[in-house]
């Protein structure tokens, strides 16, 4: 937790999940599907359509956080994401991004390439024990 | 749009919306039922539960958007609020955000108080011609 | 200020201002030049060189704060920016941006195009009066 | 570099770095004095008082940068640290900030506590070689 990211209630401001589901689902790209900017290099975007977040406890500054990230659907030109935020242990917050994969010049819906599709279906995200995603 | 705003894909990044949200959230009860000082001045948070935001077409930079917002439900201690983001005329994005009311010190769900239920029922809220919320 | 901008001081955030100086220094631009828009239509990018930021009384949630602008030097590719960020004629802070024009392309320093330097000269900018810029 | 610290000229946003440095002088009193959070529980809160921050190349998506901190000068109630971005040994953008401790309250200047002093006196900082702060 960055203190830039605090607000006047003392707690991470809510909009900083978003951001953090990104650092999570970019790592877990790098990771496991030679990272996001392969998908730039072969002229792909990947768009988002929709962000669900739902926090259960606050944030506080310097807390260590963990980002669990796992890709929880690819299908066609959609896939999504499904992250749960954790403080030693104890689940802060969770969410799901939904997805597209779009011609980085027409913007037209494009498949998700059977590379990215193998990758994120052989990796396992590391994720809590205890919570079903 | 704020040039800050922007991403390397030239659009408003996706985390910005949850804020837009909050500014348009923030005016709505400035205008219909005090502020939201007046609600921290009883000693009243509100704290954000959920957030749900919706992309339909991409903002850029210099666009001039226009965000809607409306209390959407109001129980006990809990009230949410709907979104709309639009750009002359055309839906940007869509969302919503689910909100509890809790003591400012013991952080215990406190109902939300009835002048803010009485304003908030009475209020219309801007909102678009077409559009089912 | 938005809420979004505060920080667990109970204050806004220090890393705003840059924000706010440069939604002051687009407005300025699009009211005198045509806008930073124009500059970008013609292959133009403004780069940042140098933000420098002092802080005086701090902004709380709510203020209403009236960021002046003007442009304070051109010369050859360069162009800076003053500052001064108001809330009900009291100063809150103030400070200075040092810019390049470059090339969209080679990124190679290109003069400041004349009708920007034109229109920057005639603009006054507004700014508080008692305070030397 | 987090994408969403990008902007639409597909670099990383000016504004990100004042964050940055902040994230460095917070690990370094981590690091060196305790933390940051030992001089909240004294009662004792760092403001900002000033920022500058100077570009030198912009740095981009999925850069690894790495930030030093150290702090240049304390005496009486006020301290300074200075900064230097870099990316695999090049000097990305470099920069000073000014802080002053106030008593959490009366927010009236108290001295630097000497044990702070004591502290960053003690500490080397990381620096990059070849670079004169």
Redesign the interface.
């Known amino acids: 937790m960055?203190?830039?990211e605090?607000?006047?209630?003392?707690?991470a401001?809510?909009?900083?999940?978003?951001?953090w589901f990104?650092?999570a689902r970019?790592a877990h790209l790098e990771r496991h599907a030679g990272?996001?900017?392969r998908l730039r290099d072969e002229g792909i975007?990947a768009?988002?359509?929709?962000?669900?977040?739902?926090?259960i406890v606050?944030a506080?500054?310097?807390d260590v956080l963990v980002i669990h990230a796992r890709c929880s659907d690819v299908r066609g030109a959609r896939f999504s994401y499904a992250y749960a935020v954790e403080r030693d242990g104890e689940l802060v917050a969770d969410g799901t991004t939904y997805h597209a994969t779009v011609d980085a010049v027409s913007l037209r819906p494009t498949r998700v390439p059977s590379w990215l599709l193998e990758a994120v279906a052989a990796a396992e995200g590391s994720w809590p024990s205890g919570s079903s995603p």
């Open positions: 960055r203190f830039a605090t607000d006047a209630q003392g707690i401001h809510h909009a900083n999940y978003p951001i990104e650092v970019v990272g996001y900017q975007e768009i988002v359509l929709e962000v669900h977040a739902r926090y606050p506080r500054f310097d």
